[in-house]
C-alpha cells in the first residue's frame, strides 16, 4: 500500500533552533515530493523535489530528497514563532495521484 | 476509527457530464474543506465550510458547487462548466476557523475525456 510517514508528529523548539522534518515513503511509480505549511489557511506551497542529491532553499528553509533510501527532510535554521505551523509532505505518482502525510505540527517558543 | 474518507478513489466521467464527489467525516469537526491539486502546483482551495448550511468559496470556485446539509458530509459537484475538470481532489476537515490542523482524506483523482 502506497503511505507517507512523517516524523515526528509534534516538535517544540526555542527560537533560533534548528529543526529537521523528515518523510519517508513508499510509493509505486514515484514522480516527485512537495512540502507545504500549513497554518490557519490553505497549505502554502514550499517545495518540489524531483531528484536525488540536489538541496533546494528559500531563506531559512531547505529540502532534500534521497530517492534511494525514499525519503526527504525539511530543514529550517534560526528559527522564528512565525515558522510555528503544521508542515506536510506529499509525494506525486505517476496518473497525478497524491499521497499526503499526517503532517509535523511545529511549535517555536519564544 | 475517526477520520476523513472520500470515494470513489477514482473516477472517471465524459466531458459535459456534472460529477459529484464525496467527502464524509465522523471526526465531528465543524469546518471541512475541497482543494485541488494539480502537478507541479500547490494545493489550491475550492471551496470551505465553517459550519453547517454555510459555505464560502475559495479562490477557485468557478465551475463547482458544494453543499453542507449535514456536518459529517460535504460533497463537491465539478459541473460542466469547469473548464479543466481532472485533476487530483483532496477533502480536509478541522475542528473550526481557530484551528490550522486539518486531517485530509485520501483525495479522488477525477478524469474527465
Known amino acids: 500500500e502506497d503511505k507517507v510517514v512523517q516524523s515526528p508528529l509534534s516538535l517544540v523548539v526555542h527560537e533560533g533552533d534548528t529543526v529537521t522534518l523528515n518523510c519517508s515513503y513508499e510509493?509505486?511509480?514515484?514522480?516527485?515530493l512537495l512540502w507545504y505549511k500549513q497554518e490557519k489557511k490553505a497549505p502554502t506551497f514550499l517545495f518540489m523535489l524531483t531528484s536525488s542529491g540536489i538541496e533546494k532553499k528559500s531563506g531559512r528553509l531547505s529540502s532534500i530528497l534521497d530517492k534511494k533510501e525514499l525519503f526527504s527532510i525539511l530543514n529550517i535554521t534560526a528559527t522564528q514563532t512565525g515558522d510555528s505551523a503544521i508542515y506536510l509532505c506529499?509525494?506525486?505518482?505517476?496518473?497525478?495521484?497524491?499521497?499526503f502525510g499526517t503532517g509535523t505540527s511545529l511549535t517555536v517558543i519564544p | 476509527d475517526g477520520g476523513i474518507t472520500q470515494s470513489p478513489k477514482y473516477l472517471f466521467r465524459k466531458e459535459g457530464q456534472n460529477v459529484t464527489l464525496s467527502c464524509e467525516q465522523n471526526?465531528?469537526?465543524?469546518?471541512m474543506y475541497w482543494y485541488r491539486q494539480d502537478p507541479g502546483q500547490g494545493l489550491r482551495l475550492i471551496y470551505y465550510s465553517q459550519i453547517v448550511n454555510d459555505f464560502q468559496k475559495g479562490d477557485i470556485a468557478e465551475g463547482y458547487s458544494v453543499s453542507r446539509e449535514k456536518k459529517e458530509s460535504f460533497p463537491l459537484t465539478v459541473t460542466s462548466a469547469q473548464k479543466n475538470p481532472t485533476a487530483f481532489y483532496l477533502c480536509a476537515s478541522s475542528m473550526g476557523d481557530d484551528s490550522y490542523e486539518q486531517y485530509f482524506g485520501p483525495g479522488t483523482r477525477l478524469t474527465v475525456t
Open positions: 506529499a509525494v506525486e505518482a505517476t496518473g497525478n495521484q497524491f499521497y
Open positions: 510509493v509505486t511509480n514515484f514522480r516527485s
Open positions: 471526526l465531528n469537526h465543524d469546518a
